[in-house]
T-cell receptor, first 115, second 112 residues
Framework: DARVTQTPRHKVTEMGQEVTMRCQPILGHNTVFWYRQTMMQGLELLAYFRNRAPLDDSGMPKDRFSAEMPDATLATLKIQPSEPRDSAVYFC?????????????FGEGSRLTVL | QKEVEQDPGPLSVPEGAIVSLNCTYSNSAFQYFMWYRQYSRKGPELLMYTYSSGNKEDGRFTAQVDKSSKYISLFIRDSQPSDSATYLCAMRTQGGSEKLVFGKGTKLTVNP
């Protein structure tokens, strides 16, 4: 059953620590997105990649966040150093290349708490 | 002003009620309009998709897009307790960026 897999599901860390979140997109999907969800802001796009190349990272705080796709089966989102305001649920989503609905398939999210 | 506005609710209705969920938007370039459903502690899942203006029906769900008013709606007929979830509208432009812009979501509870 094809699905987007995210790890870790939950992470509690202290301010200043490095956090790395990982995402395995659905096999064959060539576009990968990172979203952040909070009560205040809702779902916000942080960055997205097509064929592993970054296309838009304008939603990401550049000083502490970085996103990469080392290969087609792995996307990473890193926060260094983490701050309490980074506490949120981080979602990875992927989509195929066909010109249909362009449906995004979301993972179950990584819930981050920064103390 | 955010590009997409959505009343967060919460909305509580009895089983069998007709539910109306709405979003407004400011970017006239939006052409693709979607509704995602998100159960608690899960990722969003696509529920309905509409291109440009018009209506689309799928079972108990109807999506409407009024581009002249920059207003989209989702109607749920004969609502069921299993419909209890957060509903997020989403939209994007045609061509170029694949960025999907989401509303904040409306939390719906259907009471048995």
């Amino acid at each position: 059953d094809a699905r987007v897999t995210q790890t870790p599901r939950h992470k509690v860390t202290e301010m200043g620590q490095e956090v790395t979140m990982r995402c395995q997109p659905i096999l064959g999907h060539n576009t990968v997105f990172w979203y952040r969800q909070t009560m205040m802001q809702g779902l916000e796009l942080l960055a997205y990649f097509r064929n592993r190349a970054p296309l838009d990272d304008s939603g990401m705080p550049k000083d502490r966040f970085s996103a990469e796709m080392p290969d087609a089966t792995l996307a990473t989102l890193k926060i260094q150093p983490s701050e309490p305001r980074d506490s949120a649920v981080y979602f990875c989503a992927s989509k195929g290349g066909s010109a249909d609905t362009g449906e995004l398939f979301f993972g179950e999210g990584s819930r981050l708490t920064v103390l | 002003q955010k590009e997409v506005e959505q009343d967060p609710g919460p909305l509580s209705v009895p089983e069998g009620a007709i539910v109306s969920l709405n979003c407004t938007y400011s970017n006239s370039a939006f052409q693709y309009f979607m509704w995602y459903r998100q159960y608690s502690r899960k990722g969003p899942e696509l529920l309905m998709y509409t291109y440009s203006s018009g209506n689309k029906e799928d079972g108990r769900f109807t999506a409407q897009v009024d581009k002249s008013s920059k207003y989209i709606s989702l109607f749920i007929r004969d609502s069921q307790p299993s419909d209890s979830a957060t509903y997020l509208c989403a939209m994007r432009t045609q061509g170029g960026s694949e960025k999907l812009v989401f509303g904040k979501g409306t939390k719906l509870t259907v009471n048995p």
